[in-house]
């Protein structure tokens, strides 16, 4: 385990840059392993209780619309809480955020253990969540204070790899786990992990000193309303109306434009429209948004499109799906080393271009369609996607000045759930007008906006990489 930082690895003031260009060895690798521990957690807990919700819904004699709140608490928890936390991160350090981040996971962790009923569990996610939101928030800036310049997009390419295996392998341990002992299990798991992680982070992150200004717990209640009602307004739309769902969606404007006033003239606002302000972060944000929307489209529609229109069984769904985060597994290393050296833009473009080609291959599927078909189709969707992935996010935390990269970080991660949100809403509607036969619709559409997603990276390349992307991080 390595020693205490010494006074080179450590900031003396947020606004000025770190005196050392990433961790030596071997404390980078302890950092590093600090870094994937919360992510795989943090991936990991929301893969495994989709699995296990018809189970615990049955245990707690729920019944199955109600039981949602257990992921939809923890996903909420996550969304309203990722940009404050960030902004803590910038003022308060990151390892500060991320280590009090792991202790709330893990205790949230030990409460959906010893829950009884649906209220305890629910609050339990809640404290998860806003765990999850502390690992998520300030996971990049980590990441940049971390690595050296010359290997920070190889750094963000093996934290995709980390985030695609622990997504693939969700099912399968709450599967595994559930096959053996009770649903408690799945949340027990993560005590041992999450102690480690704490451990681990205590003595390994490197530490940031940030700015001790006071936290605007004004704008973090805004911000809160305007990310919660956006969500909820958002799936309301397609589940409750369009009274219902536009009434939330209004609340989140108010709240939003509430928000907006209440920080102008701030020089590090809770929403980065600062940062915004960067053509080549803001560009990135926009790309993040439309590909994790076109993403997310797939992934509702694909089950209902596999088991409805081409007849597979459930066990062969699952096995099916799997190919795309292998693949992505496999390209987001390759593609974050060339980001060190190429253009974000043009490697984005040409990834986005091979998703969307993926999906348009995916929606030409039909009945008779073999397993090998569907698995190119599957890899192909995987490994543009991943292609993309470590490069742009590279882009966008690289072209942050140093002292904001808590925030750019967790804008990251906000645009991230936003274009998921964008997308599962946009499936649904489909769902809505034609039921499921519109998958290969869905699908379509889905790689339209692959597309579009890929011109917006390609217009990266006309302008330069922001102040900050060429400075050591």
Known sequence: MPSAPTPAQTDTDAHTPALQDGLPAPRRYWAVLAIWLGLTLAVLDGAIANVALPTIAVDLHTSAASSIWIVNAYQLAITVCLLPLAALGDRLGYRRVYVAGMIVFTLGSLGCVFSHTLTELTAARVFQGLGGAGIMSINSALVRFTYPQRLLGQGIGLNAVVISVAAAVGPTVASAVLAVGAWQWLFAINLPIGLLAIV???????????????????????????????????????????????????????????????????????????????????????????????????????????????????????????????????????????????????????????????????????????????????????????????????????SAPMHRSGAAGGMLATARLLGQTGGAVTAAVFFHLAGTHASSAALATAAGVAALAGVVSLSRLRIGAGPAAAKPA
Not at 284 to 303: C, E, H, K
Not at 328 to 339: D, E, N, Q
């Open 200 to 398: 681990v982070a205590s003595r390994a992150l490197p530490v940031t000193v940030g700015s001790q200004k006071r936290f605007d717990w004004i704008a973090a209640g805004l911000n809160a309303v305007a990310l919660g009602f956006l969500i909820m307004g958002a799936e309301s739309l397609a589940r409750d109306g369009l009274a219902i769902g536009f009434a939330k969606l209004a609340v989140a404007a108010v709240a939003g434009v509430a928000l907006v006033w209440h920080e102008r003239g701030k020089p590090a606002p809770l929403v980065p429209t600062d940062l915004l302000a960067i053509p080549i972060f803001g560009l990135s944000i926009v790309t993040s948004i439309i590909s994790f929307a076109a993403q997310m489209m797939a992934y509702v529609v694909l089950p209902f499109y596999f088991q409805g229109q081409l007849g597979l069984s459930a066990v062969q769904t699952g096995l099916l799906i799997t190919p795309w985060p292998l693949a992505v597994g496999l390209a987001a290393p390759l593609a974050g080393r060339l980001a060190d050296r190429y253009p974000a833009g043009m490697l984005g473009g040409i990834g986005l271009g091979i998703f969307a080609l993926g999906l348009a291959a995916l929606s030409q599927l039909h009945s008779g369609a073999s397993h090998l078909d569907i698995i190119w189709r599957m890899a192909l969707c995987g490994a543009g996607f991943g292609f993309f992935q470590s490069p742009n996010n590279r882009a966008l935390v690289s």
